[in-house]
């Protein structure tokens, strides 16, 4: 947990949907639901309309290149939103003896 605390005032505030992903699955994988519960919501204010798809920063003013402000339809971060329901709020973890669900 310290690691997490450390790191988040470090962040970019309109960076990328993963980093809020990933904090949630950290979150449930110590038990703290309420914080993971946060950031979870935090990934999603990189969602776009009309089509609801992920971009690289929560500005709706996206670019189509990486030298600017970030792309649209960017899929690592709706890969840490399906992420996070998977690891984090489903729990699942893969290891040598099998899966594991920890809902």
């Known amino acids: 947990m310290a690691d997490l605390k450390y790191y988040e005032p470090m962040y ?37 309309k009309p089509f609801n798809v992920w971009t690289e920063s929560k500005s709706p003013n996206q670019h189509f290149s990486f030298t600017d402000e970030g792309c649209y339809n960017f899929l690592t971060g709706d890969g840490g939103f399906i992420q996070s329901i998977i690891y984090g709020f489903g729990g699942l973890r893969i290891r040598a003896d099998g899966l594991h669900l920890k809902p």
Not at 23 to 28: D, G, N, R
């Open 12 to 48: 970019a505030a309109d960076g990328p949907a993963m980093t809020e992903s990933m904090h949630s699955v950290a979150y449930l994988e110590l038990d703290e639901a309420e914080t993971a519960d946060k950031w979870f919501k935090l990934s999603q204010e990189n969602i776009q």
